[in-house]
């Protein structure tokens, strides 16, 4: 990714998984406390560690893209990231020993004592079953399987999404971005998925893929017409774009031939 592009997606895949969860950080606040280490007034000291401990998480994440697949390590040190944004006396890196239970969801999470034998199960899909599936498919079902366990008493959500957009990336795609105008769809997928085995799921983060990929497509075409904008308003000012004298040592721009 260019610095732009990795700018935005940085900023966005924090504020996205973060908004999903509650925090109420906006796109603009979220990059304001990133890039210039400006809290806004009346954010809690919670969603400032939420927005600086996920944003540390995605940097990891990318130091993952070389490695074949998402360890238990991994998972263990992004939620690690989530220090001081966690609820539900949730220690970091550590699995639940209570039961959890999420708000308006039908169903219920694996009791604390089935916890290991099945994070067993995800690791070893984690592990066997990324050249069985698309990509995209495996990143969705990972994702889902391991939100479904639920294992740490707080920031499931964030590190399964992590655990999806770093399979995206080691196979080459673009990490995943949920609009929070989603979280009713988002949510609602997660519900069915139980029923049919995930395939809304999957159908779900597949359109979240192709629409950003379709993003990225626009940001390389605005970029490039600015680039041409650029190059004729130089060529109006008489500049040669491409030619510069050996007499402009501090690179100031071109010359005037």
């Known amino acids: 990714m260019t610095g732009k592009l990795r700018s935005f997606y940085d900023t966005a895949l924090v504020w996205s998984s973060n908004a999903l969860e ?13 890039s210039d280490c400006f809290c806004p007034y009346g954010k809690t000291f919670q969603e400032a560690c939420a927005v600086i401990g996920l944003y540390n998480a ?23 990231f989530l220090t001081g944004s966690l609820a539900n006396n949730s220690i970091p890196g550590l699995y639940r020993t209570q039961e959890v239970r999420i708000l308006n969801s039908a169903y219920d999470f694996p009791p604390a004592k089935e916890v290991p034998a099945k994070l067993d199960e995800c ?7 990324g050249n069985k599936h698309h990509p995209v498919i495996f990143a969705a079902l990972a994702r889902l399987k391991f939100v479904l366990i639920h294992p740490f008493a707080d920031g499931d959500g964030r590190v399964s999404r992590l655990i999806m957009n770093t399979i995206l990336i080691q196979n ?9 105008a989603s979280k009713y769809s988002y949510n609602q997928t997660l519900e069915r998925s139980r029923k049919d085995l995930g395939y809304s799921f999957v159908e779900f983060i597949s359109s979240c893929e192709s629409r950003n990929q379709k993003d990225f ?21 008489g500049e040669n774009p491409i030619e510069q004298t050996d007499s402009n040592p501090r690179g100031t721009g071109p010359k005037m031939k």
């Not at 080459?172 to 929070?180: A, R, T």
């Not at 490039?224 to 130089?234: R, V």
């Open 22 to 34: 509650g925090f109420t950080f906006s796109l603009c606040e979220t990059d304001m406390l990133i």
């Open 123 to 129: 690791y070893n899909f984690l592990e066997h079953s």
């Open 58 to 80: 995605v940097k990891y994440m990318y130091t993952l893209a070389k490695k074949s697949f998402v360890t238990e390590m991994d998972i263990c040190e992004f939620h690690k």
């Open 217 to 237: 497509i626009r940001f390389m075409e605005f970029n490039q017409s600015l680039q041409e904008d650029d190059i004729e308003l130089s060529h109006q000012d």
């Open 172 to 180: 080459g795609y673009f990490p995943v971005i949920i609009s929070p």
